[in-house]
Antibody
């Protein structure tokens, strides 16, 4: 059974840092691209960042570029999101999700349950 | 970035009704469109991919159609369990953008 389990969400002050993790199981982690999607309270879904593989193919939303860093450890089947210079508008539930990739695009077929990040003084 | 616009934003219907939600893309995305269902406090769940392909385990009352810039999610006979927010997402090109969501309520 595919499982994605996020952790690391917390209350942090503006300007602070936080590291999120997403532990994967039930599938061959290295065969999938991984992504972070966030949802501010009462709002819609916002894509945050992608990582295709450990070679460093990454993408970021303009709203987090230069502040967030996505990475992965295929040996530990774990996805990470390092968040620096946090702002109030980063307050959200952060979901990790997987998607397959080859010559065709694929949707996000499995999602974790999310971890809550609150940025407030 | 490709903008995705859903309509309506909210929808109220009765059990047994046929309901449709529309999603429009700001440029052609071929058929690279997905629909997700999200219930309160839960993660989104993939319902439809490639505009009209039903994800495994999703009830047959859900269907998708469209290509290019206009897409539709249809529920043929609404059930109480279908109360949720529905999102479309284009995955034709990065960033993979979402629509703003349609909240479906059961009367």
């Amino acid at each position: 059974e595919v499982q994605l389990l996020e952790s690391g969400g917390d209350l942090v002050q503006p300007g602070g840092s936080l590291s999120l993790s997403c532990a994967a199981s039930g599938f061959t982690f290295s065969n999938y691209a991984m992504t972070w999607v966030r949802q501010a309270p009462g709002k819609g879904l916002e894509w945050v960042s992608d990582i295709r593989d450990s070679s460093g193919s990454t993408l970021y939303a303009d709203s987090v570029k230069g502040r967030f860093t996505i990475s992965r450890d295929d040996f530990k089947s774990t996805l990470y999101l390092q968040m620096n210079s946090l702002r109030a508008e980063d307050t959200a539930i952060y979901y990790c999700a997987r998607y397959y990739y080859d010559s065709s695009p694929y949707p996000f077929d499995y999602w974790g349950q999310g971890t809550l990040v609150i940025v407030s003084s | 970035d490709i903008q995705m616009t859903q309509s309506p934003s909210t929808l109220s219907a009765s059990v047994g009704d046929r309901v449709s939600i529309t999603c429009r893309a700001s440029q052609s995305i071929s058929s690279w469109l997905a629909w997700y269902q999200q219930k309160p406090g839960k993660a989104p769940k993939l319902l439809i991919y490639k505009a009209s392909s039903l994800e495994s385990g999703v009830p047959l009352r859900f269907s998708g159609s469209g290509s290019g810039t206009e897409f539709t999610l249809t529920i043929s006979s609404l059930q109480p369990d279908d109360s949720a927010t529905y999102y479309c997402q284009q995955y034709n090109s990065n960033p993979y953008t979402f629509g703003q969501g349609t909240k479906l309520e059961i009367k």
